[in-house]
């Protein structure tokens, strides 16, 4: 395999000599670096930040049973979508970190991060499950991985994966992944199939316009992920709804029982 991805990087260095377009493209970009890898890749990110309690205060799975029991109830009925491609093949690990601040992300494969400040600011279920699709897409549609490989390039994700990075570089991966910024059709992409992902489940489809809607009524900003965003809210609230319109999916909330959303954020730290 090794051997393999030498020669590809060698191709790939004449591609770019020439001008010839072959790179980007989706079939060498697999041949490059296998979906496959975005696990080992997301791994190792998830290993550096629990690593580091200070800056990632995770909160413990025993410690808030049901604060994960209801999170990952939620992500197994978005994951249920048959327009999750990689359901079986990312691990899907959520994490919660218990800090103050409006922002999720994913890592390459599937491991997904949700601040508590995010959470509680959110009003509903169906709001938090939007968010939550449109980090699954960004694994999913790999939007992370063709980043870094723009910022990081190419080998230097590769060396990771074939576990031949330093400690620092390691860093610097989990680094750059935080400080990501999407391109406007990435973010789009995120959230046109977070309102596909939803279609299929109990949930609003459109469960994503509300974050922007109520970011862009208190004037508040998101976390990077959400800051980085060229479309501005009001536009990307307006293409949700649109395509949920287009979908004909339903856009009414979820009527829970039992264990509710307001339940859900009361048994987070206060
Ligand atoms: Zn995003």
Avoid: W
């Avoid at 400690?167 to 596909?196: G, M, T």
């Avoid at 508040?220 to 319109?245: W, Y």
């Amino acid at each position: 395999m090794k051997i393999l991805r030498i020669s590809l990087l060698l191709i790939s260095t004449v591609c770019t000599s020439f001008l010839i377009s072959c790179k980007d493209d989706g079939v060498i970009n697999d041949l490059f670096f296998p979906v496959e890898d975005d696990v080992e890749l997301g791994r190792q990110v998830a290993e550096e930040i629990a690593g580091k309690p200070e800056e990632f205060p995770v909160l413990s799975q025993t410690a808030y049973p049901d604060a994960y029991n209801y999170l990952n109830a939620m992500k197994s009925e978005i994951l249920s979508s048959d327009a999750v491609e990689y359901a079986d093949l990312f691990p899907y690990e959520l994490k919660i970190i218990d800090q103050d601040v409006l922002n999720a992300f994913a890592t390459p494969g599937g491991y997904i991060y949700v601040y508590t400040g995010l959470i509680k600011y959110l009003d509903n279920a169906d709001d938090l499950a939007g968010v939550l699709g449109h980090e699954i897409a960004h694994a999913e549609r790999r939007h992370s991985v063709n980043q870094l490989k723009k910022s990081l390039g190419i080998q230097f994700l590769i060396s990771i994966v074939a576990g031949e990075g330093t400690s620092d570089q390691i860093a610097a991966l989990a680094s750059n992944l935080l400080a990501l910024k999407f391109s406007r059709d990435d973010e789009a992409e995120a959230d046109e199939y977070s309102v596909i992902y939803l279609g299929d489940t109990d949930y609003a489809c459109n469960g994503a316009a509300s974050f922007f809607e109520k970011l862009e009524s208190e004037g508040a900003g998101g976390g990077p992920e959400f800051l980085s965003t060229h479309p501005s809210p009001t536009n990307r609230v307006a293409d949700i709804n649109a395509k949920a319109t287009e979908d004909g999916c339903d856009t009414n909330p979820i009527a829970e029982s039992g264990f509710t959303y307001a339940d859900f954020k009361n048994s987070l730290p206060q």
